[in-house]
């Protein structure tokens, strides 16, 4: 079966510091994987996602990710966080096999940057 | 580009009243689709999903069901809402990687 865990509920970190939100995935098949960001009363918004290549994927607002295989993890990073990047982020993965295109999602990580 | 609506916004409904949401994609064609629910401002619930017009495929036994009656317009709907059926809904599509999100509905049932 299929699953994604994202362990920390909350992250916080100071403006202008790195940050990291963490996730780790399980699926019978090669992933296809991805992160998410959602704003209060919003719908979720694409950051970005790996399928294949590069294991470093760069995405929107400054927003990266490594894919690390022999750990299942796939950690969201920025080299430095700001206000705006509060938000509460979601981490999914896909089987490539899987022709529904479902995705399984994480419990989702509240990043709280302070000023 | 690729847009995708749902209406209403908010919606305020009693016990046991019906529902119908609705969702509807512009700019693609034969998009798969997704209806989730999310509770509490967290983790998301996939509760339909379609691959084609007719084609339904339920993930959670529930009060609700779901309905493509064209190719890109998904409905959710309820006979008689349940106080659990309280949530922010949201309707999303796929082509082939990612999905897209809507900007949801907000639903309380009181």
């Known amino acids: 079966a299929q699953s994604v865990a994202q362990p920390e509920d909350q992250v916080n970190v100071a403006e202008g510091n790195p940050l990291t939100v963490k996730c780790t995935y399980s699926v019978s098949g090669n992933p296809y994987l991805f992160w998410y960001v959602q704003y209060p009363n919003r719908g979720l918004q694409f950051l970005l996602k790996?399928?294949?290549?590069?294991?470093l994927v760069k995405g929107s607002y400054g927003f990266e990710a490594e894919f690390n295989k022999s750990q299942t993890s796939f950690h969201l990073k920025k080299p430095s966080a700001l206000v705006s990047d509060s938000a509460l982020y979601f981490c999914a993965v896909r089987d490539m096999r899987d022709s529904s295109y479902k995705l399984i999602f994480g419990s989702g990580t509240r990043l709280l940057v302070r000023p | 580009s690729q847009t995708i609506h749902q209406w209403p916004a908010t919606l305020v409904q009693p016990v046991g009243s019906p529902l119908s949401l609705e969702c509807t994609v512009e700019g693609t064609s034969n998009p798969n689709l997704y209806w989730y629910r999310q509770a509490a401002g967290r983790g998301l619930q996939l509760l339909f999903y379609s691959v084609g017009i007719g084609q339904i495929s339920s993930e959670v036994p529930q009060n609700l069901s779901a309905s493509r009656p064209q190719d890109r317009q998904f409905i959710l709907s309820s006979k008689k809402l349940l106080l659990s059926d309280s949530g922010f809904y949201l309707c999303?599509?796929?082509?082939?990687?990612?999905?897209?999100f809507g900007p949801g509905t907000r639903l309380t049932v009181l």
């Open positions: 790996y399928i294949t290549g590069d294991n």
């Open positions: 999303a599509w796929s082509a082939e990687y990612e999905q897209f």
